[in-house]
Every structure is written in structure tokens, then in C-alpha cells.
């Protein structure tokens, strides 16, 4: 599953492939959020992304578009 995370003050949005279940990241980040910590995930190769949640703009939860391949 693909994330996008948008951080305030940043040109670009973090874009995570993840092996996890939505509600079990949905979890991680409302507790995050509740705390007033660090939001910290890991994606599907091993990157750790952590970010302040007061820099949260938004988060974007999607299954990532299959590739085409050939002629359309």
C-alpha cells in the first residue's frame, strides 16, 4: 500500500510502499498525533521516515497504480 505524507514548509510529500495494514498504521499515526511526538514509519525496504507531527499538513492513504507495459 502507498502512503503520501505532506509536511508543511516542504516542496515535496514523502511517499512511502508499505507492507503493513491500513489499521494498523492508522494506529501508529493517532497515537503519534496524540502524544505530540514523532511520527515513525518504516516502508517496505527498510527507509525509516520520521517526522515532528506539529509539521503535518496531510496523509494520504492509496494502493499504488500497476505499471503499463506495452502499447495503449
Known amino acids: 500500500m502507498e502512503i503520501r505524507i505532506g509536511v508543511q514548509h516542504a516542496s515535496r510529500d514523502l511517499i512511502l510502499e508499505v507492507d503493513e495494514d491500513v489499521t494498523k498504521i492508522s494506529k501508529t499515526i493517532a497515537d503519534s498525533m496524540t502524544k505530540g511526538d514523532l511520527l515513525d514509519l518504516t516502508d517496505a525496504k527498510g527507509r525509516r521516515v ?23
Open 50 to 72: 520520521i517526522v515532528p507531527v506539529s509539521k503535518l499538513a496531510f496523509i494520504e492513504f492509496g494502493i499504488p497504480s500497476a505499471t503499463k507495459v506495452g502499447f495503449n
